[in-house]
């Protein structure tokens, strides 16, 4: 009962956060809009609390565990019904990932396998090209379908194929915000000396203020830190490594992070980030091995992220 009381008022404030950082970067947010992230943040948090672990004892039928995923979906026509922006093309694509992501995961245990591989590349594949990002078609929202498909890969794993070691967890310490800092304190001279050579960073003349660092802090930190370290610090690096050890392990998720980046600010391929992007990533599984939680790689990336984009991109 503490634990849901914390989750609940925790909720509360992560929303009137977020509702000021909208503010400041002077993002209009209707109702429809406001309850479309509300579903899709929801569970995004109760996840961090235990609530996969509680739908696993609730959820005993096999076929109710596999369509339960689908209840996802209800943000989209939450949003884009009051907007007069429903497209029945973005619902049904968006249903075909979800259903195809828990009959996968429905029918694999034991170690990684191709199952696997297939529902990490179908996530993926899904958000790094931006296939439903039409469906959310308001600026500073681009990054929703990235949050429907973190709710599914949460799903996925914390419920479905419950895998150990994923380290998801809002029930923060102190320790990971040592952790993460100290893997960014690391990183920052490598990053800030070879990000010039490259000719990737600039030197910005704004000095920034606490109040941006801190409204585009909290947006990186869940709306592009976590979800990336979910995917591949939590459930990339964690399978690979039960099966090739942790340094390869290491290795081969930081490169398939770097190439993730292939297109990232850039009409084709951007070769700087993809150059930069795989170091950072060894910081960031740094950060996550230390103690296998994923609040403190996120606080490592999201400070990397703000630093850059304040007063280097």
């Known amino acids: 009962m503490k634990v849901t009381a914390w989750a609940a008022v925790g909720f509360v404030t992560l929303i009137a956060c977020l509702a000021l950082v909208a503010r400041h970067f002077a993002v209009t947010i209707s109702a429809a ?15 961090g609390f235990g609530f996969g672990e509680w739908l696993r004892k609730k959820l ?14 209800a943000a989209y026509p939450a ?13 049904a694509g968006m249903g075909v990932v979800i259903s195809a992501v828990a009959w ?14 297939l529902v ?22 681009s990054g929703m379908p990235k949050l429907l498909f973190v709710d599914v890969g949460l799903y996925g794993y914390l419920v479905l194929r419950p895998v150990d070691g994923i380290g998801y967890d809002f029930r923060l310490r102190l320790a990971d915000f040592r952790i993460g800092l100290r893997e960014f304190l690391f990183f920052a001279p490598i990053a800030i000396g070879l ?4 000719g990737f960073l600039h030197l910005h003349q704004t000095p920034g203020s606490a109040a941006s660092f801190g409204a585009g802090w909290l947006f990186t930190m869940f709306f592009v830190a976590l979800p990336e370290e979910l995917f591949f610090r939590g459930l990339m690096l964690n399978m690979i490594e039960r099966r090739l050890g942790t340094k390869p392990a290491l290795a081969i998720t930081s490169i398939l992070f770097g190439l ?24 960031y599984g740094r950060a996550w091995l230390t103690q296998r939680r994923l609040a403190a790689s996120s606080i490592t990336h999201a400070t990397v992220d703000t630093v850059w984009s304040i007063w280097l991109r």
């Open 60 to 73: 005993h039928n096999r076929t109710t565990r596999v369509l339960a995923p689908l209840a996802l979906l």
């Open 260 to 283: 993730a980046h292939f297109n990232k600010r850039a009409a084709y391929f951007n070769w700087r980030y993809v150059i930069l992007a795989p170091i950072a990533g060894v910081f």
């Open 195 to 198: 990000g010039f050579a490259l």
């Open 104 to 117: 996968l995961l429905d029918h694999v245990s034991g170690e990684a396998g191709w199952r696997d591989w």
């Open 33 to 47: 809009t406001a309850s479309g992230v509300a579903l899709l943040l929801a569970p995004y948090w109760a996840f």
């Open 79 to 91: 949003f884009a019904i009051p907007r007069h922006e429903f497209q029945w093309s973005m619902f």
């Open 120 to 141: 990490l590349a179908i996530l993926g594949v899904s958000v790094d090209l931006h296939f439903f990002d039409r469906a959310w078609p308001v600026a500073g929202l």
